[in-house]
């Protein structure tokens, strides 16, 4: 292996006339592109693709994905959006983000280029899983929230015998939500509405 010295080393660069190989832990580690896509071709640091795209980061760019500096120019380690040519990333951060999004959902983080990104990033080695299933962070009902209804009544004063988290279907104990923003609630009786009354502003509204 031409990056840890050890037997064993299977993958060889598929440059005409370079006989360098590698095991595949090492690929990374030492630089090496390894192109997870047919017809599946690996190659050594000295004969890796490098992104055509002509693009150099504004003095203190940060990576979109970590918030961390990047360097000053393309690298192995520092790869551009070639469609916005803005968005800046690091290698090991947009792999994870193709991790937990596949190929179905990978997107430019800041353009949400897709056709053009992801191809970019096969041709440059990044491993993009053919995922028939959401992405990850939407498998652990990280966004249940956003569909939870506003359930207690906001009023200075609660007077409801079953306090402030319950209510009634109907009647002066049913909770009325704030017509406009929704993220607020009252008893009727707790704020004087009649039983009649279907819609409510909150003081913020």
């Not at 000295?46 to 500096?69: D, F, K, N």
């Not at 009634?168 to 929704?182: F, I, K, N, V």
């Amino acid at each position: 292996c031409r990056i840890c010295g050890q037997s064993g080393a299977t993958i060889t660069c598929c440059e005409t006339d370079c006989d360098l190989s590698f095991h595949l832990p090492c690929a990374k580690q030492g630089g090496c592109v390894t192109r997870f896509l047919r017809p599946y071709r690996s190659f050594c640091p000295a004969h890796r693709p490098e992104q055509a795209v002509e693009a150099t980061p504004e003095p203190g760019t940060e990576c979109l994905i970590c918030m961390e500096p990047v360097e000053d120019r393309k690298t192995f380690n520092t790869m551009v959006c070639p469609a916005c040519k803005t968005t800046w990333f690091h290698r090991d951060c947009i792999q994870g983000q193709a991790l937990h999004a596949g190929l179905s959902s990978l997107q430019c983080p800041l353009c949400r280029n897709s056709n053009t990104f992801v191809m970019d990033l096969f041709t440059m080695g990044i491993q993009i899983p053919f995922r028939l299933v959401p992405p990850s962070w939407e498998g652990i009902n990280a966004f249940a929230e956003l569909g939870e209804r506003h359930r207690h009544c906001d009023a200075s004063e609660c007077l409801f015998p079953g306090g402030r988290e319950e209510a009634e279907e109907e009647g002066p104990w049913e909770l009325l939500l704030c017509s406009s923003c929704a993220a607020e609630g009252t008893h009727r009786c707790c704020s004087g509405l009649r039983d009649s009354t279907t819609s409510w502003e909150c003081d913020g509204c």
